[in-house]
């Protein structure tokens, strides 16, 4: 069975830092693809962060850009996102998805960790 | 302010048909495959409509996805209660160099 679980979530205070993981199992990792996407409360989802399936290719939204690092080992079956000066609006549930190709779209999710970035 | 336009709702009978629109431009849809994700309150979203028309195994024959120029759309037929999420465009835009999500429909099944 694919699972996909994010780890890491929690309270931070703005300016601060949090370091998530998304582990994965039950299909080859090195294989996928592997982004990141965001839900803000009662929001829609927006992309954040995606990286190839070998760890060449990374992309990210301009909204955080400079101070979000997407990164995998793919001998740990393991995606992370490094978060930097975090602000109040980075305040949201964090899924990372699967895509075989990005063109397949993506095909499963984790369940979500929440991020709330308040003083 | 979502790349992509959707309706924030829509509404249906069960047994209707309903169609909810996603609105882009050349760099997004116009130039990229579109896809449709449903979401269930409280749960993760889940991959509907891919390649602007496909169906991931699993998903049911009553949902169809289209897309012309810089629009698409995704049509359910014989709506059922259970059809009843939040349900969001994506496309790739090569301008932006970033994947870019339609603000999400709230369909509701009357």
């Known amino acids: 069975e694919v699972q996909l679980v994010e780890s890491g979530g929690g309270l931070v205070q703005p300016g601060g830092s949090l370091r998530l993981s998304c582990a994965a199992s039950?299909?080859?990792?090195?294989?996928?693809?592997m982004n990141w996407v965001r839900q803000a409360p009662g929001k829609g989802l927006e992309w954040i962060s995606y990286?190839?399936?070998?760890?060449?290719?990374?992309y990210y939204a301009d909204s955080v850009k400079g101070r979000f690092t997407i990164s995998r080992d793919n001998a740990k079956n393991s995606l992370c996102l490094q978060m930097n000066s975090l602000r109040a609006e980075d305040t949201a549930v964090y899924y990372c998805?699967?895509?075989?190709?990005?063109?397949?779209?993506?095909?499963?999710w984790g369940q979500g960790t929440l991020v709330t970035v308040s003083s | 302010q979502s790349v992509l336009t959707q309706p924030p709702s829509a509404s249906g009978t069960p047994g209707q048909r309903v169609t909810i629109s996603c609105s882009g431009s050349s760099s997004n849809i116009g130039s990229n495959y579109v896809y449709w994700y449903q979401q269930l309150p409280g749960t993760a979203p889940k991959l509907f409509i891919y390649r602007n028309n496909q169906r991931p195994s699993g998903v049911p024959d009553r949902f169809s996805g289209s897309k012309s120029g810089t629009s698409a759309s995704l049509a359910i037929s014989g709506l059922r209660s259970e059809d009843e999420a939040d349900y969001y465009c994506?496309?790739?835009?090569?301008?932006?160099?970033?994947?870019?999500f339609g603000g999400g429909t709230k369909l509701t099944v009357l």
């Open positions: 994506a496309a790739w835009d090569d301008s932006l160099t970033a994947w870019v």
């Open positions: 998805a699967r895509a075989f190709t990005q063109q397949l779209g993506f095909d499963s």
């Open positions: 990286i190839s399936s070998g760890g060449s290719t990374i």
């Open positions: 039950g299909f080859t990792f090195s294989n996928y693809e």
